[in-house]
């Protein structure tokens, strides 16, 4: 078990953590902007017009498909601050 856990949280030398957090950041703001939608067009203002009632109904729910990137942006950006900490111990092992 230990093993895994390791190997979970150790980042790999050939992977950019840049691009995956990038990416994770991404997944994760569609899931806040989706939310917002859903909230903002649910309100009493908009319930009124028909086609913002067709749309509504359309996106409900839909940011419960990316809210798996929340918890993995975290792990990308723990993995990003290990990878970059273990570059410049090395390279200060180096000099």
């Not at 949280?9 to 990416?23: G, H, Q, R, W």
């Not at 703001?29 to 908009?46: C, D």
């Not at 993995?72 to 900490?85: A, E, H, Q, V």
């Amino acid at each position: 078990m230990a093993a895994v856990i390791n190997w979970l949280f150790k980042p790999s030398p050939e992977i950019n953590y840049d691009v995956i957090a990038m990416l994770y950041a991404f997944g994760s703001g569609l899931s806040v902007l989706f939310y917002a939608l859903e909230k903002v067009m649910g309100s009493e203002t908009y319930k009124e017009a028909e086609i913002v009632k067709e749309n509504i109904d359309s996106i409900k729910g839909i940011y419960l498909v990316f809210c798996p990137f929340l918890p993995c942006l975290l792990w990308g950006l723990m993995m990003r601050y290990m990878s970059k900490k273990e570059m410049s111990a090395f390279k200060h092992k180096e000099d």
